[in-house]
């Protein structure tokens, strides 16, 4: 049902001039093209871009006054600044001071007296530069370019100014940045799976042949490649950067739906809508990241203060998102006409506060729809790998109070991750669990080694998930060799008892792991963090929640994939109206999430003997989502999912897939099974995947349905 939303503070204040906004939005794309000249593999190129970057930042620290040079305010770039004394969901220590830069300020206009408005501007100017620099410093795939960032910010706080740090030493909050893919693809680098047998590395078994590459040589260029087009690595990026093959298919889909210059809806209003859709899970990260990239794409920063500053069109969304987002099964194919409505079907919206211009063309709504899916889905991934906003975007960074060496200590960090990273190449069974894939072992021994195995800085597992770690592995073996099967028939109404049986167990949608510490320093006390009210990209009272969808409600019914599903429709219908090609390439990061594997589980395997298929257990993840969102298939045995899934990675699973603003380091630390930390991030990827085909089948099923009745 919809209802109000929360009592999240939306108090604004101040609204910059027009001549401090222009400034702001032309240093922007000044800086894009500034730092562009740094994407490339050629070093000699590459040097004289740094070269040129020096001695304009240089010139400006030299016009910049004493006293201007400490202050840690920059301008903003929306036309809204949340009042912090007053938001419940602004975290912050006795150390540090958020600056939610670059779009928050201090900086009343009553200080921008006409003396000093050019100090200060070229000081804001300065400091988003800064915020470039530190960036690249660390998340930069060239060796070069991140020490000639250091040297120039140490040269920076040298003079006096203060430089901000990262909230964050790692892009998640979740994931040691020593366990995450490195960037440094010279010749040596760290492969993203850890193991000495290449076979293994987490991919489908066709898709290196597909894409023509063997695993060493994937990994290094899909990083060059992505620098080298957008200049930035995300951290969402370098979470991924553990599936090689799946992030390049994502990119594929990614670049052709969302950055791509075609498409019906203007490249601007799908940052938009990616806005809306990631503010429905209070999703912060991505919301930083999408309102840098719209106003860099041209967008209107007054859209930027909430989604009544948006046009009309885009505001008719509201509604869809948010059902699509908490309940999709509630949506219907008279969502579709109001939006439709109109010239293009013969309506009329003479009674309508609308004009024929507020009207969506279907190809317009089917990518509208796409993109949301995308967001709503990615939402789920990055809370479930507790990604930070990155370094130059809303909430990214903080000015510590006490006056510490960050620049120095960004080496030294960055020299132990590629000291651990070396140790983990000659010892890659040292970060990985012992293999428990032998059911013939000595259980007691098993137990004991699974456990002594885990991370010194991690909490050891409970006894109760080593346990079933080992029944898991142990069922799988059986499976895979033939001594178990699981494959009975079964009528129609026992298909039914079991598709309601494997959700109804009254699992904890909150599971207490209260003993489970933050073990890591961080400016950060709570995960996920908010640095805005988001509520505004909603309309006023549209706002909904999750509720548990009821097998025996009279009001919808199951959907039945045997009667209309994503491969023999949804692809057909995307391609229609998106290209002959969208529908095919979605298709395939489906397929490739769903059967990329390293034959492992809790630890890498040693040798071909020890490979564990892990299919039966990825399916029964896979079509365990589905089943929270109310889609049955005929073809799936349902009483699989209780089988391979205990109640505490059901609970996650679900927590993950419909309430991920809820996530918390515990819940991605206490799974209910003892995995390695990119297993972890796997079954994340199959939740968002499944999530997002399950939302697509609902509004494409209501687009067709709708297109046939007009």
């Given amino acids: 049902m919809l209802m109000r939303g929360d009592s999240e503070s939306q108090s604004f204040q101040r609204v910059p001039n027009p001549y401090i906004e ?92 006409e ?9 804001s100017l300065l400091q988003l530069h800064t915020l470039t620099m530190l960036r690249l410093s660390r998340h930069c795939p060239y060796q070069d370019v991140r020490n000639a960032m250091r040297k120039l910010l140490k040269e920076l706080k040298d003079l006096g100014f203060r430089i901000p740090k990262p909230i964050h030493a790692s892009p998640s909050y979740f994931i040691p940045l020593k366990d995450i893919p490195s960037l440094d693809v010279g010749d040596e680098f760290r492969s993203p799976v850890v193991t000495n047998d290449p076979s293994s590395f987490a991919t489908s078994p066709s898709s290196y042949h597909s894409l023509d590459l063997n695993p060493s040589a994937l990994w290094p260029r899909i990083v060059k490649e992505t620098f080298n087009n957008s200049g930035r690595i995300t951290h969402l990026f370098r979470i991924m950067g553990y599936f090689p093959s799946y992030l ?4 594929r889909v990614y670049s052709s739906v969302i950055r791509g210059t075609g498409g019906p809806i203007p490249r601007t209003w799908r940052y938009y809508i990616g806005i809306m859709a990631s503010s429905c899970h209070s999703c912060q990260y991505l919301v930083s990241l999408l309102r840098s990239e719209f106003l860099l794409a041209g967008g209107d920063p007054s859209w930027l203060k909430g989604l009544p500053f948006a046009p009309h069109k885009i505001q008719k969304l509201a509604i869809i998102n948010e059902i699509v987002a908490h309940q999709p099964w509630l949506l219907t194919p008279e969502h579709i006409a109001s939006l439709v409505k109109g010239a293009e079907y013969g309506g009329s919206s003479a009674n309508s506060n609308t004009t024929s211009l507020d009207n969506w063309t279907m190809s317009e709504l089917v990518q509208a729809f796409v993109t949301m899916s995308i967001y709503h889905s990615l939402s789920t ?83 109760a998930d080593v346990i079933f770690t080992t029944q898991l592995i142990s069922k799988l073996k059986k499976t895979q060799n033939g001594e178990e099967d699981m494959e009975v028939d079964v009528n129609q109404v026992q298909k039914q008892e079991e598709f309601e049986k494997c959700e109804n167990l009254d699992i904890i949608l909150t599971p207490p792991h209260s003993k489970i510490v933050y073990p890591y320093a961080s400016s950060l006390q709570v995960y996920p963090p908010q640095f805005e009210p988001l509520s505004r990209f909603s309309l006023d009272g549209l706002a909904m929640k999750y509720e548990d969808f009821n097998v ?22 995307v391609s229609k109206y998106l290209g002959s090609d969208v529908g095919e390439l979605i298709d395939d990061e489906f397929e490739e999430v769903k059967s990329m594997t390293d034959c492992s589980l809790a630890a890498l395997p040693s040798d071909h003997e020890s490979h564990i298929d892990t299919a039966p257990f990825r399916t029964a993840i896979w079509y365990y989502v589905l089943r929270l969102f109310g889609q049955s298939h005929d ?39 003892v995995l390695r930390l990119e297993e972890k991030c796997h079954i994340t990827l199959l939740v968002m995947e499944a999530r997002r085909q399950a939302e697509l089948v609902y509004m494409l099923n209501n687009v067709m349905k709708f297109t046939e009745k007009r």
């Fill in 248 to 251: 390049e298919k994502f990119r």
């Fill in 115 to 123: 003396s000093e408005s050019e100090e200060l501007v070229t000081k």
């Fill in 635 to 673: 073809d799936y045995q349902y009483s699989l999912v209780n089988h391979y899934l205990n109640k505490k990675i059901k609970s996650y699973i679900k927590k993950v897939a419909c309430t991920p603003e809820k996530i918390s380091y515990s819940d991605f630390m206490s799974m209910g099974v």
């Fill in 22 to 113: 222009a400034k702001f939005l032309s240093s922007a794309r000044f800086r894009v093209a500034l730092f562009h000249g740094l994407s490339t593999e050629n070093a000699s190129d590459r040097e004289d871009v740094l070269e040129s970057i020096s001695n304009i930042v240089r010139s400006w620290a030299s016009t910049i006054p004493n006293s201007l040079k400490n202050k840690p305010e920059v301008l903003p770039l929306s036309q809204e600044v949340a009042d912090k004394s007053t938001s419940s969901h602004l975290h912050s220590n006795k150390n540090a001071s958020f600056t939610d830069t670059p779009w928050q300020s201090d900086v009343g206009e009553s200080v921008m007296e």
């Fill in 381 to 463: 991934f990055s809370l479930g790998c507790g990604l930070l906003p990155e370094i130059d975007t809303l909430g990214g960074v903080a000015f510590d109070q006490e006056d510490t060496d960050d620049i120095d200590d960004a080496n030294v960090e960055a020299q132990k991750v590629n000291n651990q990273n070396e140790h983990s190449r000659d010892h890659p069974a040292s970060i990985a669990m012992p293999s428990l894939s032998e059911s013939s072992r000595d259980s007691n021994s098993s137990l004991e080694s699974l456990q002594l195995s885990v991370c010194s800085e991690e909490a050891a597992p409970e006894v």
């Fill in 552 to 573: 025996k409600s009279s009001n919808y019914s199951v959907f039945r994939l045997t009667d209309w599903s994503w491969e023999d429709h949804g692809v057909g219908l």
